[in-house]
């Protein structure tokens, strides 16, 4: 028969530790309520898996993953007892589900499928005890576990986001950013670009997940907007500032008296335009709190942009990626989350914000672009719509991690989208004909 057992409805733990040039893996979690593992990297990876008896490990090893943390042990229950997170030889991080003794798992239903390389899914079967357990393997016995390979890149013709169907991969531009790449090879960088017009798109590592920072405002923003569609907020009505979600960092929020209030307008636009940290605890607060923003996360597809610790969380534990943060813009802009008053009033604020240093700065004269900055010292990103003045639309998303504070990083992004600008204008120049532009990295 099969047992039943207590499992957490959802078990998660963030391994995310300071900027490192090395491979990681930045997050796993353990859903109970599914029996699946998940995990995250910040490169691709090929996994290895194995099932081994008595007692019962599921063992998957990551090739060229550096885990850059203590060893993991992180109890579940009396059946699936714990999950083991370790580093098994310098270049291998290795995850093992450990049973108790006693119990096993069919290794034909253990499933390991990935969304991408860099994002992959163990399901597990129900565990039996051995006598009635469908497989038992003999002492000591190891039996590998098929892992499918993923393509790397998206086919010609996939649909992105609903509304967007991408066409090809921007070579030549792509040629000219990882030159540009090889000048401040010191960054770890992710990027998407996307032409909208034709579904032409620029991806260097646009899955690699990435503190969020400041970009973690920008799904909340459309989530306000969502819930304003559906008559579950007003834009008039009144938010109080309480002491449990005031925080430090940027804004100005802080510095008022306890218990001041705000319109909901007032204080969306406080969170995205000078990018005020306790205005955004407020707005998290008010649609329900983290866990309701992170279910409707996923149900827009966004994989990677995971709310962990209310703002200000200047350790970086929110997380996403350039290619969520162009996902969810490609949703906004072809109507498939917001009616087109609250679209429109969406990116009105977000063309208001105040941080020009980043995508703003490499665009020509008379481009218009709605975007949002985050930045942590040793995190940088922005993504955002431009439009340029000839009409054409494209969609951005970009993060750095950096040398703490070092307006390289700043530099880079403006590079990159300078490249990216000049190539989509089609009356402009190349980057490599306007005398503007140094390749030359700036000494500190």
Not at 94 to 112: C, E, F, H, N
Not at 263 to 285: E, P, W
Not at 336 to 351: F, G, N, P, Y
Request: glycine share 8%; hydrophobic share 40%; no cysteine.
């Amino acid at each position: 028969m099969k047992l039943r057992w207590f499992l957490p409805s959802f078990l998660s733990v963030f391994l995310l530790g300071a900027p490192t040039k090395a491979s990681t893996i930045m997050d796993w979690h353990f859903d109970g309520n599914h029996n699946q593992l998940d995990f995250t990297t910040d490169e691709d990876v090929q996994p290895r898996v194995q099932l081994i008896a008595n007692p019962t490990r599921l063992v998957i090893d990551l090739p060229g993953i550096v885990l850059g943390h203590p060893h993991v042990n992180q109890p579940i229950g009396p059946v699936i007892q714990e999950i083991r997170v370790g580093q098994f030889d310098p270049s291998t991080t290795r995850l093992v589900i450990a049973l108790a003794p006693g119990y096993a798992l069919d290794p034909t239903q253990v499933s390991v499928r990935g969304d991408s390389p860099t994002h992959w899914h163990v399901q597990l079967p129900i565990p039996q005890m051995s006598n009635v357990a469908a497989v038992t393997a003999p002492d000591s016995q190891e039996i590998s576990v098929a892992v499918p390979k993923v393509p790397p890149a998206f086919p010609p013709g996939t649909l992105f986001a609903g509304g967007v169907r991408l066409n090809a991969s921007l070579t030549d531009l792509q040629a000219q950013v990882r030159s540009l790449m090889t000048e401040y090879s010191f960054l770890k960088t992710g990027m998407f670009f996307l032409d909208l017009d034709t579904g032409n798109y620029l991806n260097i590592g646009g899955d690699r997940v990435f503190p969020a920072a400041s970009t973690i405002k920008l799904p909340i923003l459309i989530a306000f907007f969502q819930d304003l569609d559906a008559g579950k907020v007003s834009l008039d009505e009144s938010l109080v500032m309480r002491a449990d979600l005031v925080t430090g960092g940027s804004g100005d929020m802080q510095d008022e008296p306890i218990g001041t209030r705000y319109t909901a307008l007032q204080t969306i636009r406080k969170m995205i335009i000078i990018s005020d940290n306790t205005a955004t605890n407020m707005i998290i607060d008010r649609l329900g709190g983290i866990e309701a923003l992170n279910e409707r996360f996923r149900s827009w597809g966004l994989q990677d942009t995971v709310i962990r610790n209310w703002l200000a969380d200047l350790q970086g534990t929110n997380t996403t990626s350039s290619q969520d943060m162009v996902r969810l813009l490609a949703l906004v802009v072809n109507d498939q989350l917001l009616s087109t008053q609250s679209k429109e009033q969406a990116l009105d604020i977000l063309r208001h914000t105040t941080i020009r240093t980043l995508l703003p700065a490499g665009l020509g004269p008379g481009a218009d672009i709605a975007d949002k900055t985050g930045d942590i010292g040793f995190l940088i990103g922005d993504a955002g719509l431009i439009t340029m003045p000839n009409g054409k639309r494209y969609l951005a998303g970009i993060f750095v991690e950096r040398p703490y504070d070092d307006t390289r990083g700043r530099d880079f992004i403006r590079l990159v989208s300078q490249l990216v600008y000049n190539y989509l204008d089609q009356s402009g120049a190349t980057f490599s004909a306007n005398p503007s532009v140094n390749f030359s990295v700036p000494t500190r």
